[in-house]
């Protein structure tokens, strides 16, 4: 069984940082894509930032691109995402995402992965 657990979550004021940090334990290789989405109120899932399995390949939304970025640890089985200069639209809850075979591949849509965390809540307050 494989198992996302996202952390990091929490309150922040308008400009601020936050890191989200996702593990993976189970039956899964490192060798795999990894990504960030986020839910805001009212809204439908929306893709975040993608990682390929060894970090050459990163992708992020227009929406936080220059203000954030996406990493991962293949020893620690583990990606993070850095949120900086933090909006008030930014507040949603981010999952993280993994895909389900090897590949040097970034992806953008929920429909290509298929392991999901449960989310943790980033909300900012203005």
């Known amino acids: 069984q494989v198992r996302l657990v996202e952390s990091g979550g929490g309150l922040v004021q308008a400009g601020g940082s936050l890191t989200l940090s996702c593990t993976v334990s189970?039956?899964?290789?490192?060798?795999?894509?990894m990504g960030w989405f986020r839910q805001r109120p009212g809204k439908e899932r929306e893709f975040v930032a993608a990682?390929?399995?060894?970090?050459?390949?990163?992708l992020m939304a227009e929406s936080v691109k220059g203000r954030s970025s996406i990493s991962r640890n293949n020893v620690q089985n583990a990606v993070y995402l850095q949120l900086n200069s933090l909006k008030s639209e930014d507040t949603a809850v981010y999952y993280c995402a993994a895909g389900g075979r090897p590949t040097a591949e970034v992806y953008l849509s929920t429909d290509d992965y298929l392991y999901w965390g449960q989310g943790t809540q980033v909300t900012v307050s203005s």
């Open positions: 990682i390929n399995w060894n970090g050459s390949r990163q």
């Open positions: 189970g039956r899964i290789t490192n060798d795999i894509p």
